[in-house]
């Protein structure tokens, strides 16, 4: 089942991978690229930038991965992260300043002069407070990039971590609702079978043979998915068995058709808690009540229908198994996304359940 949903709900991990690196790559461009626009205009046409230039832009890179490896990965998840980080930003940012008028120090004799080394110290003062404001962008830049790339990374292992916790629990879920046939159910199932041996052995043994196909389909079948086929030929076992308990008391209605979608595959146990309650709830004992319970597919897309009587001592009741229809409808969402609806009505004294999954 984890393959099931990690294909609906979660982009390729190696795609993730290759995101991460180009991001990095283009990040790294603009730390690299951008100083060089900025700084190129100082420079008489065709002269070569000194490389004190290169090195800020060394300095620059140093910066952002200092930041993204060790300084942020230090703050989250500690009180008051935010100001911890935009502290310790702060002191980068100063120190790195510091760093970039050192290195444009050390070689101002490479430092462009539009100017005659003649003119004041006024104009080299200038001159000095332009570059540093150049560099005073380029280190929030890159400061502003690396924190921006952590807390995004930060954000999809977040979400990976959550959809991996809903599988887990989705996979959980499922194995709960194969053991949730009610063991009573069971009971009365092979009493009933016990009785049908002296009074019809074909029958009984008939019942057996259903009783196991069913077993089997519960216990055994562990793949994400099943033919329709089979889901269908599962429901219609356990409406036979329980048709051998209920007997004729009243009319039940199946139909079961996977019409033109028979190479199709569905998860498995969708549809067995709406119609285990019809059976619940639906077996009144008054005259003129009935079971419906429809499944069909056609072009590409399952339409379930299940409507059952009740006595109105169990409205509480039916309602309260509105929780089994939550669960159903996280599954359908977990599983199918948009592609599922899930419906549920009180009619007068009918319970009536709607589903369609577009496959």
């Known amino acids: 089942m984890n393959s099931e949903i990690n294909s609906y709900k979660q982009p390729s991990q190696t795609l993730q991978k290759w995101v991460k690196v180009v991001t990095h790559f283009l990040c790294l461009g603009i730390i690299f690229i951008l100083p060089e626009v900025l700084v190129s205009r100082s420079f008489p046409a065709g002269s070569d930038i000194p490389w004190g230039m290169y090195a800020k832009s060394l300095l620059f890179v140093a910066v952002f991965y200092i930041n993204y490896y060790i300084i942020i990965d230090y703050c989250l998840g500690k009180r008051r992260w935010v100001l911890r980080l935009t502290g310790l930003n702060v002191v980068i940012i100063i120190v790195t300043l510091l760093c970039a008028y050192f290195l444009m120090d050390m070689h101002s004799g490479e430092m462009p002069r539009r100017v005659p080394r003649h003119v004041d110290a006024h104009a080299?003062?200038?001159?000095?407070?332009?570059?540093?404001?150049?560099?005073?962008?380029?280190v929030i830049l890159t400061v502003a990039l690396s924190v921006a790339m952590k807390l995004s990374d930060y954000w999809v292992k977040l979400n990976r971590q959550r959809q991996e916790m809903e599988m887990v629990q989705h996979k959980e879920e499922l194995e709960s609702l194969k053991k949730q046939l009610n063991p009573h159910f069971l009971f009365n199932t092979l009493n009933s079978i016990y009785a049908l041996i002296a009074i019809s052995p074909d029958k009984a043994q008939q019942a057996v043979h259903e009783l196991s196909q069913l077993l089997r389909y519960v216990l055994y079948e562990n793949s994400p998915t099943v033919p329709i086929q089979d889901e269908l030929t599962f429901i219609d076992n356990y409406v036979k068995l329980m048709k051998l308990r209920i007997g004729d008391k009243m009319p039940i209605n199946v139909t079961l058709d996977?019409?033109?979608?028979?190479?199709?595959?569905?998860?498995?146990?969708?549809?067995?808690?709406?119609?285990?309650?019809?059976?619940?709830?639906?077996?009144?004992?008054?005259?003129?009540?009935?079971?419906?319970?429809?499944?069909?597919?056609?072009?590409?897309?399952?339409?379930?229908?299940?409507?059952?009587?009740?006595?109105?001592?169990?409205?509480?009741?039916?309602?309260?198994?509105?929780?089994?229809?939550?669960?159903?409808?996280?599954?359908?969402?977990?599983?199918?996304?948009?592609?599922?609806?899930?419906?549920?009505?009180?009619?007068?004294?009918?319970?009536?359940?709607?589903?369609?999954?577009?496959?």
């Open 124 to 138: 080299d003062l200038l001159r000095r407070v332009s570059f540093l404001m150049r560099d005073v962008v380029m």
């Open 258 to 359: 996977s019409g033109d979608c028979n190479d199709c595959h569905i998860a498995p146990l969708l549809f067995i808690s709406p119609v285990e309650n019809a059976f619940k709830y639906g077996n009144t004992g008054r005259s003129g009540d009935s079971i419906d319970i429809s499944i069909v597919c056609r072009e590409g897309s399952i339409h379930c229908h299940i409507a059952n009587n009740f006595i109105d001592s169990e409205k509480r009741d039916i309602a309260s198994s509105g929780i089994g229809n939550v669960n159903l409808r996280r599954r359908l969402d977990l599983i199918y996304g948009n592609k599922a609806e899930m419906s549920t009505k009180i009619d007068g004294d009918r319970y009536i359940v709607d589903m369609i999954i577009t496959l």
